[in-house]
């Protein structure tokens, strides 16, 4: 989509038939790991070859602490423990800390695990929706990811492909504009990788200052699902919410975390950041790299902080 473009909309009837078009069902029609299953012995074996310089890289970024226009609950993260004035007393002491976040806020880099979105009163895999935590257990729940992400990671930097530093809130990047830029950067997705979409959000908060990113942002068209689905992508991740805002689906605010972590069973990654990254892809002239993913081992979960690491 040209800078500028209109995003074309998707009625009811059209985002339904993209929803079973790109429809993952489980073996058996049990609930599973989703398509982290697509990540095999055999395909993580070859992603540990993408690490040939020993460099590695930070996809996180700092935990927000303030309040902002895009996070009004911020994380909140104090030090304990030293006992003001009695440090050169000579007892020992230790420094402690005190954490805790909203996880999926919208400025805070973090996993959506399969039991997040709630659609049409199911989970990922026609699963019934029973409260926080799905009905048979806890396959759809943070615990599916309990022994982390490994894979072969895979970089799209769209604002290089259109020329700009960053998508404006609003922009939406099409299923076309991926393939462009795997062209632009001669690389390929393929089945089981992590694929990671820059539209710039970082850097554009950055140097303009946070916004209120719930009602404006850019991020996937849902016609990206059949780019995600075709190349069996097995996680995704962006430095914004993935979904663009506002949404042009009728009646779906957030259509690609429907179409990916419902209907495909993708775990997403939120407000990620690829400012470090960009860098030393373009010095090593490659944009695929080992991803190591490791979310926290919390029983029962949406989702989680997590900080990614890209080793190239």
Same mark, same amino acid.
């Given at each position: 989509?040209?800078?500028?473009? @209109?995003?074309?909309?998707?009625?009811? !009837?059209?985002?339904? #038939?993209?929803?079973?078009?790109?429809?993952?069902?489980?073996?058996?029609?049990?609930?599973?790991?989703?398509? &982290?299953?697509?990540?095999?012995? !055999?395909?993580?074996?070859?992603?540990?070859?993408?690490?040939?310089?020993?460099?590695?890289?930070?996809?996180?970024?700092?935990?927000?602490?303030?309040?902002?226009?895009?996070?009004? @609950?911020?994380?909140?993260?104090?030090?304990?423990?030293?006992?003001?004035?009695?440090?050169?007393?000579?007892?020992?002491?230790?420094?402690?800390?005190?954490?805790?976040?909203?996880?999926?806020?919208?400025?805070?880099?973090?996993?959506?695990?399969?039991?997040?979105? /709630?659609? =049409?009163?199911?989970?990922?895999?026609?699963? #019934?929706?029973?409260?926080?935590?799905?009905?048979?257990? @806890?396959?759809?729940?943070?615990?599916? %990811?309990?022994?982390?992400?490994?894979?072969?990671? /895979?970089?799209?930097?769209?604002?290089?492909?259109? +020329?700009?530093?960053?998508?404006?809130?609003?922009?939406?990047?099409? %299923?076309?504009?991926? #393939?462009? %830029? *795997?062209?632009?950067?001669?690389?390929?997705?393929?089945?089981?990788?992590?694929?990671?979409?820059?539209?710039?959000?970082?850097?554009?908060?950055?140097?303009?200052?946070?916004? *209120?990113?719930?009602?404006?942002?850019?991020?996937?068209?849902? +016609? #990206?699902?059949?780019?995600?689905?075709?190349?069996?992508?097995?996680?995704?991740?962006?430095?914004?919410?993935?979904?663009?805002?506002?949404?042009?689906?009728?009646? /779906?605010?957030?259509?690609?975390?429907?179409?990916?972590? =419902?209907?495909?069973?993708?775990?997403?990654?939120?407000?990620?950041?690829? *400012?470090?990254?960009?860098?030393?892809? !373009?010095?090593?002239?490659?944009?695929?790299?080992?991803?190591?993913?490791?979310?926290?081992? &919390?029983?029962?979960?949406?989702?989680?902080?997590?900080?990614?690491?890209?080793?190239?």
């Amino acid at each position: 989509m040209a800078p500028g473009q @209109e995003p074309w909309p998707l009625d009811a !009837e059209g985002f339904r #038939a993209l929803y079973d078009r790109v429809r993952r069902t489980p073996a058996d029609g049990a609930a599973s790991r989703g398509a &982290l299953d697509l990540i095999t012995p !055999e395909r993580l074996v070859l992603a540990a070859r993408e690490v040939r310089s020993g460099r590695h890289v930070s996809l996180a970024a700092p935990v927000h602490t303030g309040v902002a226009p895009d996070d009004p @609950e911020p994380a909140r993260h104090r030090m304990t423990g030293v006992v003001a004035g009695a440090i050169d007393s000579g007892a020992l002491q230790f420094a402690r800390d005190r954490f805790g976040m909203d996880v999926h806020s919208d400025v805070n880099s973090h996993l959506d695990a399969l039991c997040h979105v /709630v659609y =049409h009163g199911t989970l990922f895999g026609d699963v #019934a929706a029973a409260g926080p935590v799905p009905r048979g257990g @806890e396959v759809l729940t943070l615990d599916a %990811a309990r022994n982390g992400i490994v894979g072969r990671g /895979v970089l799209l930097d769209i604002p290089r492909l259109r +020329g700009v530093r960053w998508l404006e809130p609003g922009d939406q990047v099409t %299923a076309d504009e991926l #393939a462009a %830029a *795997e062209a632009a950067q001669g690389v390929r997705v393929g089945a089981g990788d992590l694929l990671f979409v820059r539209v710039g959000h970082r850097r554009r908060r950055s140097e303009l200052g946070p916004w *209120e990113t719930a009602v404006a942002r850019a991020g996937l068209h849902p +016609g #990206a699902a059949d780019f995600l689905a075709e190349r069996q992508v097995a996680v995704l991740g962006g430095d914004g919410n993935n979904d663009a805002a506002p949404s042009t689906t009728e009646g /779906v605010d957030f259509p690609v975390h429907v179409l990916a972590i =419902h209907a495909m069973g993708v775990h997403l990654l939120d407000y990620l950041q690829f *400012e470090d990254l960009v860098p030393v892809c !373009e010095e090593l002239g490659r944009w695929s790299f080992l991803c190591v993913i490791a979310p926290l081992r &919390l029983r029962h979960a949406t989702g989680s902080p997590i900080n990614p690491i890209a080793v190239l």
